[in-house]
């Protein structure tokens, strides 16, 4: 079993930068990797970011490249993601979730956080 819990959230205003946390808790989350999702208001659920905790590789949505990071900290059991050039488009509900594989499909992860909002302001 895996616990995951998100933190960082907050308004700010476009071409802002955030820095949002997830710290995994569980005898084995290691063996996980992790992702990052957002869920904009009548919007399906979308990959953000994946990073291996073991390998450090890396997966990025398109739009995001460039502009956030995902990194993790294996001391803190903590995940990051680094949003620096925010824009409007990317408010939404920020999810942590662990799974089996580095990949783009919710389908890959079992393991979910509760969210935290991130909203952008012109």
């Known amino acids: 079993q895996v616990q995951l819990v998100e933190s960082g959230g907050e308004l700010v205003q476009a071409g802002g930068s955030l820095r949002l946390s997830c710290t995994a808790s569980?005898?084995?989350?290691?063996?996980?990797?992790m992702g990052w999702f957002r869920q904009a208001p009548g919007k399906e659920r979308e990959f953000v970011a994946s990073i291996g905790w073991n390998s450090g590789n890396t997966m990025y949505e398109d739009s995001v490249r460039g502009r956030f990071t995902i990194s993790t900290e294996y001391a803190k059991n903590t995940v990051y993601l680094q949003m620096n050039s925010l824009t409007p488009e990317d408010t939404a509900v920020y999810y942590c979730?662990?799974?089996?594989?580095?990949?783009?499909?919710?389908?890959?992860?079992?393991?979910w956080g509760q969210g935290t909002q991130v909203t952008v302001s012109l």
């Open positions: 979730a662990a799974g089996w594989a580095i990949s783009n499909s919710p389908n890959s992860y079992g393991y």
């Open positions: 569980g005898r084995t989350f290691s063996r996980y990797y």
